[in-house]
């Protein structure tokens, strides 16, 4: 099974940027659909973004032009640089493996889920 450490979080200003990383040991994932979620408080973990072994990326539509996902398979490392961040972006990020398809419910994750990185924008 896969081991997932999520960092890069913190305290941002509406407006500001945040890239945030998340690293896989245990094995490669550089055949696996990444994906990147999120929950904050009081609501359901929700997809954010996911990128193919081919690097074809997918987007909720409350982050499109403003997120994106990118990987980098020497580093077995999956990235999300968000621009442009609102306060309804503030929330605990996750990433996990993803099957093929289906992969905008984490239900179908498909290794444990780590300890998250927060990310709160706020004046």
């Known amino acids: 099974q896969v081991r997932l450490v999520e960092s890069g979080g913190g305290v941002v200003q509406p407006g500001g940027s945040l890239r945030l990383a998340c690293a896989a040991s245990?094995?490669?994932?550089?055949?696996?659909?990444m994906g990147w979620f999120r929950q904050s408080q009081g609501r359901e973990r929700e997809f954010v973004a996911a990128i193919t072994w081919t690097s074809t990326a997918d987007y909720t539509d409350s982050v499109k032009g403003r997120f994106t996902i990118s990987r980098d398979n020497a580093k077995n490392t999956v990235y999300l640089q968000m621009n442009s961040l609102k306060p309804e972006d503030t929330a605990v990020y996750y990433c996990?493996?993803?099957?093929?398809?289906?992969?905008?419910?984490?239900?179908?994750?498909?290794?444990?889920w780590g300890q998250g990185t927060l990310v709160t924008v706020s004046s």
């Open positions: 245990g094995r490669t994932i550089r055949s696996n659909t």
């Open positions: 996990n493996t993803l099957p093929s398809g289906g992969w905008d419910n984490p239900q179908n994750a498909l290794d444990a």
